[in-house]
């Protein structure tokens, strides 16, 4: 692709970089996005770079980690076409209009397997969405972002990854002054639900149908002809969905913002606020600030995991059925499979967690039973289900729970696995360490008030091997002690 086709006036970088990038969704109709430079920053400079993506993508890390001003979008990689994204979403349940207002997709990376990654710059400046914003991020939110995104990728769930964070020399307002930074992410791409909820709204038909097709091309190539493409991609996306939340739920990953906007039909987890790891367990635990009413809360993500796929089915009906009858009974049939997914994938999950390799009628009350006892005792989930591993004899002195541990000794004499196998199995499905609400603010801190990023880099390094367990790692497994449950909170104001 020839330079003058860019549409961009910043100065781009070339050499061997290893960029690779194109750009299928510029190809999507117009409604979908709008072309735009970043914004550059006064003074770009790296804080963090994640040197074993940037091989995955292709690209020289060594090299490009000395280049700041990429990542702050001063300069453009070599190829790029930027551009901002159109979307819609329910905000807590309420319907806007959004966009990226803050983001900026450079391109898609094709990497040397093939896979075609998403590169976006967030907290790039002001588009034409940004509404009242000031399309910046601030330095902490961004190095949170980047710390649980890497942690989840760590633990084996799907999610869009960081590649940097460099700051930019410029104050922006939020609560207090605080360093502007822009976080490079990578993503299998950034369509979200409110991406066909925009175009839906619009009534744009042909936008909805190509954006059906292209999404199923690129997450869901195995389903491309089908019958009813629509229906076929909510099917993918409902499985996709309810096989995510499992996995969250399995590890205790509360999201904190699940706005339809804020659910990928690639079924990565994107878009990181005011997310956290519960401690205690307790289906009511919810983190943050402005979740008032719990509607995110831990217990809920599933349910409303259905309720924004319910929306994606409202905006697909056009194209599910002629007669609108039959497109709401598909639709409705659809959605009303999520529920026996998520279960069947949660149970999976927490079978694992058990080191239960067979299958028995009475698993899911066996589970249940410990959950119950957890939540009694305010027990920490991670340290709980990790410790459960290590003791053959409960140390409890508590009647219900060493009650609970002799019926699934029970249970585990019933399956024809080894001890070392169930051990082995355990150790793989319960990590040791997650990011701890009290090491993540620890390590922002350090990072944020006194450019100390040493507490950062030693807990991704803990983060990077969470089912591994070493004395070097025991910091980072004790909860948040001194915190009540329920008081840590984060903030939306990201
Ligand atoms: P989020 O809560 O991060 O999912 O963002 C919701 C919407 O608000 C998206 O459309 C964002 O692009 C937009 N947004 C968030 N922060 C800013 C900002 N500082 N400037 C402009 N738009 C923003
Ligand atoms: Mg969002």
């Not at 992410?185 to 744009?204: K, L, P, Y």
């Not at 149908?209 to 993918?236: F, S």
Request: charged share 20%.
């Amino acid at each position: 692709m020839s330079e003058s086709v860019i549409s961009s006036s910043a100065p781009t970088i070339s050499g061997s970089f290893g960029w690779n990038l194109e750009h299928s969704y510029a190809r999507l109709p117009a409604m979908l996005f709008e072309h735009l430079d970043p914004t550059p920053v006064k003074e770009p400079r790296m804080v963090v770079f994640n040197y074993a993506l940037a091989t995955e993508l292709g690209l020289n890390g060594a090299a490009l980690a000395q280049q700041p001003g990429v990542f702050a979008g001063n300069e453009l990689p070599t190829g790029a076409k930027p551009l901002a994204q159109a979307y819609a979403g329910h905000q807590y349940g309420n319907f806007t209009g959004l966009g990226d207002g803050r983001a900026i997709l450079l391109g898609e990376q094709v990497t040397p397997t093939g896979q075609r990654l998403d590169v976006q710059l967030k907290g790039s400046g002001p588009t034409p969405f940004s509404r009242r914003g000031d399309g910046r991020a601030a330095l902490g939110p961004m190095l949170r972002e980047f710390i649980i995104s890497e942690a989840m990728h760590a633990l084996g769930i799907p999610t869009t990854r960081s590649l940097a964070v460099v700051t930019t020399g410029e104050k922006i307002w939020r609560q207090e002054m605080q360093p502007g930074a822009v976080l490079t992410r990578i993503a299998a791409s950034h369509i979200r639900v409110g991406t066909f909820e925009w175009a839906a709204a619009h009534g744009d038909r042909e936008a909805l149908q190509a954006l059906v097709e292209y999404t199923l091309q690129r997450h869901y190539p195995e389903r491309v002809g089908a019958e009813t493409p629509g229906l076929a991609l909510l099917e993918a996306a409902i499985e996709r969905q309810a096989a995510l939340i499992a996995q969250w739920q399995c590890v205790g990953f509360i999201h904190g913002v699940m706005n339809t906007d804020n659910m990928a039909l690639s079924g990565e987890t994107i878009d990181y606020g005011p997310c956290a790891f519960m401690d205690a367990f307790d289906p009511a635990t919810v983190f943050s600030s402005i979740d008032r009413h719990g509607r995110y809360a831990y217990g809920n993500q599933p349910q409303i995991a259905q309720w924004n796929l319910a929306r994606l089915a409202e905006a697909l009906l056009p194209l599910l059925h002629a007669d609108e009858k039959q497109a709401i009974s598909a639709a409705n049939a659809a959605i009303e499979s999520f529920k026996p997914q998520f279960e069947n994938r949660w149970l999976s999950g927490v079978r694992a967690k058990l080191g239960l390799f067979t299958e028995e009628d009475g698993d899911r009350a066996l589970v249940e039973s410990l959950l119950t006892w957890m939540k009694e005792q305010k027990a920490d989930f991670t340290n709980t289900f990790r410790a459960l591993n290590r003791t053959k004899t409960p140390a409890q002195n508590d009647a219900a729970f060493t009650a609970w541990h002799a019926q699934w000794q029970d249970r585990l004499s019933r399956q024809p696995q080894s001890q070392e196998e169930v051990q082995q199995r355990m150790q793989a499905h319960n990590p040791a360490v997650i990011p701890r609400n009290h090491k993540v603010e620890e390590a922002l801190e350090a990072a944020v008030k006194k450019q100390d990023l040493s507490v950062m880099q030693r807990l991704l390094t803990a983060l990077g091997k969470p089912y591994d367990f070493s004395d070097s790692q025991s910091e980072y497994t004790t909860p948040s002690s001194g915190h009540a449950p329920g008081a840590y909170q984060t903030f939306c104001g990201t």
